[in-house]
């Protein structure tokens, strides 16, 4: 089935000034707000024209915002997701699909697509996300930027809509990983940290950095360049890891998903792009006593990872299998297979930290195409700021 998309130069739904705190660690920093978190006053789309919150405004401001609005941030308006936040791409058939500054021909990565581009173009300074299976991290990635999905419900989620509450996490996208820190430091409720390399076992997925392009190589031999000549962590059966991890999230994400939606899918039969569609209605064919098995397939898989966190330890891992995908390529019906190995290869990679529960930060690395690559690393649950630190540590490294 066709979808026609609009390529927009605003990322924005709408342009909402709101003066934070006069004092606070986030004083003179702009915040660019996903539109599925509640502003007071304002209304709360989701993506989608139908969206019975975008024809009222909001009578409470979400959690996640006001945290940030009383540390001193000013909010600049509400950005474009992608319809219910159920894509990576980044496209929205209601709103347009924001234009990626850094690579105008490529996806702009979602859902969390207009805060992302909102900060790459100087828009904003702290990009409010949400990341369910990579809206924060692949977006941040394609964008050039830092980006930290946390430990699972560790950040408030009041006042923001769920898709899959089980997987469901805050995020925040920046330019610059020291405002990465202040930023998610303000939403744990705790001081930031300093840019440090934590005294740990850090290893490098190596086997992750193969799957689909050859340049995503490269990014080891930058790793023992700049960073250093961490071990080789062998992950096991690539292939493996990637159809497990892709269908296990499947199952745990559609039943929450269709659980949280299907009614009203079923009642209202919404304007929904045909990709996002299809995913519900294989959503709606998930069964409740699918869910423990898939979660103990991907718990085998992943046992090499889980094992070196378990001692405390850091992965390195790539935040995609390749770059964001050409537009050309997503209407190219002869790229059709191709497409779907590199969406099973993406989620593959992007739903380890969801089903583990971990949290992962997504650090832009050198390149020397203009085509944004990047590195992750992921932490036990709770190493949140020692991530951050690390960050401002290996940004400083790298240059970037």
Known sequence: MSQTYQIVDDPFVLHETREGASKGPLVGLRLAVKDLFDVEGLPTSCG???????????????????D?????????????????????VGQNIDYGTPRNPVTPDRVPGGSSSGSAVAV????????????????????????????????????????CMDLSAPLDTVGLMT???????????????????????????????????????????????????????????????????????????????????????????????????????????LAKTRRPEQEAPARERAAAVYRPLTDVLNRGGFIIMPTAPAAAQKFTELSDPVALE?????????????????????????????????????ITVMGAPGSDSVLLGLAQAWAATLGV
Do not use: C
């Open 120 to 159: 790459a173009r100087g828009l904003a300074d702290l990009g409010l996300g949400t990341d369910t299976g990579g809206s924060v991290r692949i977006p941040a990635l394609y964008n050039n930027l830092f980006g930290l999905r946390p430990t699972h419900g560790r950040i408030s989620a009041q006042g």
């Open 175 to 281: 330019r610059d990983a020291r405002s990465l820190a202040l930023g998610m430091s303000v939403l744990f409720g705790e001081p930031a940290p300093v840019a440090a390399v934590p005294d740990a076992e850090i290893v490098v997925a190596t086997d992750l950095f193969t799957p689909l392009e050859p340049r995503m190589q490269e990014l080891v031999a930058v790793i023992a360049e700049h960073l250093g000549r961490f071990p080789s962590l062998d992950v096991g059966d690539v292939g493996a890891l990637f159809d497990v991890g892709y269908e296990s999230f499947g199952v745990v994400q559609g039943l929450a998903a269709w659980a949280e939606h299907g009614a009203w899918i079923e009642r209202e039969q919404p304007r929904l792009a045909p990709d996002i569609l299809a995913r519900f209605h």
């Open 338 to 374: 191709t497409r779907e190995i590199t969406r099973k290869q993406l989620l593959g990679l992007t739903s380890i930290s969801p089903l583990l529960g971990t949290p992962q930060i997504q650090i832009p690395m050198p390149n020397t195409d203009g085509v944004p690559r990047g």
């Open 68 to 88: 940030l609005l009383d540390a001193g941030a000013t909010m600049v308006g509400k950005t474009i997701t992608e319809q219910l936040a159920a894509s990576l």
């Open 48 to 66: 989608l024209f139908d969206w019975p919150g975008g024809k009222i405004p909001a009578v409470k401001t979400a959690r996640a915002v006001q």
